[in-house]
């Protein structure tokens, strides 16, 4: 998923996103319109309809493009559903980071610790930022695919669990992206709360911030039908014990809802504190849960990106200029080219 971001050279509020018209809108679209059609040239036989979702200071902005049916000229809409795959990690990441303000959790607690069925030395803040050691995918992974369309439906949290034991410490050397650590983050999350991952997603972020389109399940009326590479519409994925990690469906209203609070209350500064090499690139940069890339002549830009059978996720944001942009697709072709230009559009050339 790290392709693309290394391809890229370089709430409830007071404030509720509102759909915004007139002469800023325009300026904005025109501006867009210009690096989706002609500096991007995107092909919309691979990415049939994607939104883009910009903030602006406290003005939210939504952009859709393409087509979500066929047959149809239907634009996507700021409420619709997509599977936001690996941006699932940054839900998980803010409530980590709120059991951290109420001093349930320290970064330096081990799964040994809260979990208290291993002797496992691996720190939550390990987990974070991808430096725990365990493998993208654990040995006998394969056994558990029925379905290669679906191969994560049979991943439970004892599979997870049972990794432990091989895995008892790391010296936190190493950046090796995987989904199994924040599996394993959500697991210790529900230890120390006593409540389910999904319970305290809704307690926490879904209902203060009001996010009526985020959560495991999908809204048929409301999902957008993703596509695989050969065109074919695809089901969605079934992720049992690592939802939590990649699970997540969510639309462009509600992570712009959900990326404002973050800035709000100056998240940034303490993820920009934790940010660690990657031992990737110079300027690429390792955080709780977030990608860092640090820029020689201006602010760190937080990025992610999500992906998953059918769909392609990504935000990129500046906290120092409350700025960001999320992109939505409905097919395995990633957008973040477009997510980037727009943000560096908004920060460089876009006056303000």
């Known amino acids: 998923m790290f392709r693309l971001i290394f391809l890229i050279a ?5 404030v509720l996103p509102v759909t915004l018209t007139g002469q800023n809108y325009n300026a904005l679209k025109t501006e867009v319109d210009k690096l989706v059609y002609l ?3 995107v092909d919309f036989e691979r990415s049939p309809a994607f939104i883009i979702g910009v903030i602006w200071g406290d003005s939210i902005f939504y952009l859709p493009y393409g087509s979500t049916d066929p047959d149809t000229s239907l634009l996507p809409t700021s409420q619709q559903q997509f599977e936001i795959g690996e941006l699932s990690h940054l839900f998980a990441t803010e ?3 709120l059991q951290l303000e109420n001093d349930q959790l320290q970064p330096e607690s081990t799964l040994g610790e809260v979990l208290d069925s291993t002797e496992s030395t691996v720190q939550l803040q390990q987990l974070l930022r991808h430096k725990s050691g365990f493998p993208r995918y654990f040995e006998g992974f394969g ?6 369309n679906d191969p994560f439906a049979h991943v439970s949290s004892d599979d997870l669990l049972n990794l432990l034991p091989n895995y008892l410490s790391s010296q936190e050397e190493t950046y090796q992206f995987s989904n199994l650590n924040f599996g394993l983050l959500a697991l210790a999350l529900e230890r120390v709360s006593q409540s389910s991952y999904a319970q305290l997603l809704n307690n926490y972020i879904i209902e203060p911030l009001n996010l009526k389109h985020t959560g495991f399940n999908q809204v048929d009326s409301l ?11 695809a089901a969605p994925w079934e992720w049992s014990g690592l939802s939590p990690a990649v699970g997540l469906k969510s639309s462009v209203e509600d992570l712009c809802t959900f990326f404002q609070y973050l800035m709000k209350q100056d998240r940034f500064s303490i993820l920009a504190e934790q940010a660690t090499e990657t031992g990737i690139r110079k300027n690429t940069r390792i955080s709780w849960g977030w990608h860092v890339l640090q820029q020689k002549r201006y602010y760190p830009i937080f990025l992610q990106t999500g992906v998953t059978s059918g769909y ?4 990129a944001l500046v906290p120092q200029t409350q700025t960001a942009v999320v992109v939505l697709s409905n097919s395995t072709y990633g957008l973040g080219g477009i997510g980037f230009m727009t943000l560096r559009m908004l920060n460089n050339y876009w006056k303000r």
Do not use: C, H
């Open 223 to 233: 999902m957008v039908t993703g596509f695989d590479k050969a065109k074919r519409p």
């Open 10 to 14: 370089i709430l409830k509020l007071a």
């Open 312 to 315: 392609r996720a990504y935000v």
């Open 95 to 97: 409530l980590f980071m």
């Open 39 to 41: 500096d991007a040239a």
């Open 143 to 148: 056994e558990r695919e029925t379905d290669p």
